[in-house]
Structure formats: C-alpha cells, structure tokens
C-alpha cells in the first residue's frame, strides 16, 4: 500500500514562490522581484494545476515543464481580464496578489487532495523533448535578463504640476505640487503686464508637497499676469510658465480666460 506524501517538495517550491511573490508585491527589492516574478508568473500556476489534475508519474520532466508555462500563460491571461472587470482594475499588486492567490489555492488543493509526487523524475530526453526543454528554458531566461535589465532601468516620470485657477470674483489660486522624486526648490515671480508685482525667491518643496498662494486677479481689459517657475539647479531657465488674460472685449462683462504654457525640459 502506498502512503501519501502529504508535504512534496514541488508543491513545497510552488507554496514558497506565491507567497514570496505576494509578499514582494508591497516591498520594492528590484532585482529579487524581477527574479521571483518569472517563475511565479511562468511556471508556478500551471504547475500546481497539472499536480491537481493529472499524476505527476504520467508526464516526463520536459513535458511537464512545457504543460507548467502553457498553463500558466494561460491563467495569467485569464486573471488579468478578470481583474480587468473589478474595481481594482488590471494593476501590479492586485494583480501580483490575485495570481499568488490563485497558486495557493490550487496547491493547496493538491496537497490536501494528496495528489502523489513522483519518487523521482523521469528523464527520458529524447531528441525533440530535449529540444523543447531547451526552447523553454531559453525563453525564461531571456524573460528574467529583461526583466531585470527593465527594473533596473525603469524611471517613473518626474515634473512639477502647476495651476492657476479662479478663486472668486478678484482673486486667483495659484499653486505648485512637487513631483520630481526628491525635495526641490523654486523661485516664483508674479508678473502682470510684464512689471513684476510679487515673487518668492526660495519655495523647497518636498516630494508630493503642495504650495499655494491667493493673487489678485487683474481687472483691465487686455491685461495679463503671468507666474514664471525657475529650479534651483538652473536658476536663470524657465521651467513653467502659467498665464491669466482678461480679454479686451468682453473685461466690461468681467469675463476672464486663464491660459497655461509649459516649457519642457531636456
């Protein structure tokens, strides 16, 4: 009589990888993630399935590498167009968790089912299995090295958001959020009709910091007021520009038309 192995190794790899994927959903290591999330995209979903559904003993090791990444493809795929439908939408750590979730629960399946583990594993290589082997451990490892080089290269957009909007009948809100990644700081000069009527000659700002100031809005016709941003680290280049015109032909209604430029950065 054959007893059940109720903790095989393979489930054992699979468990670990899901949860460590899960765990690095909410820790940024970059190169570890890049090199837990191929194996817990690409191989360990399909493989706590077929463990599920068929005997280990049935498949050789190359084929059971092959049915691993196909079926795993496949329930990436599908977790990510239900995830799509959901209010979580298709984003990293949902979707990094939902997949995770979905690991465990099938291995955990298969442990509590007592699906059996081949007592050793078959390696009849025949000529074509070898070459799929390789097939498949090739486009892994392509897969890792871009991920990796991907991580390591990715850089998240930084800028400086600026508005200026109305804020009653005579005044304007103007304002300055810092998105740049690291604690910055900027000169502001208020202009209206090019004669300088207020300025603020070091605003530091940490990241994600907001400032604000209430300036008076110009009333005559055609007039405009202009608030020019420059960086610390070029003092004397414009960095954004915001702009408020009173048309000339309609300032007797008191209407009012705020207009916005931003020069780019190299």
Known sequence: MQHRNLHPIDLSIVI??????????????PVLSAVVAVPAILCAPGYALLRLLLPA???SLPERGIFAVGLSIALTIL????LNTTPWGLRVVPFTLALSAITLAIAGLALLLGTPAPARPKLDL????????VGAALLVI???????????????????QTWLLSADSTHLTFGLQNEEG??????????VNGVVVQHWDAVTLADQQQWQQVLAKPTRAGAHLTV???RSEAPKTVYRTVTFNVPATTARQGAVVVSAAATTRT
Do not use: C, E
């Open 57 to 59: 003993d049935r498949f």
């Open 182 to 191: 690291h604690a910055d700081t900027y000169k502001v000069v208020v202009m």
């Open 16 to 29: 670990g990888l899901a949860l460590l994927s899960g765990v690095l959903a909410f820790v940024t290591v």
């Open 228 to 230: 020019t941003i420059y």
């Open 79 to 82: 977790t990510g167009l239900v």
């Open 142 to 160: 392509v897969a890792l090295v871009i991920s990796v080089q991907g991580v390591q290269t990715y850089q998240t957009a930084q800028f400086t």
């Open 126 to 133: 025949r000529r074509n299995h070898l070459v799929l082997f």
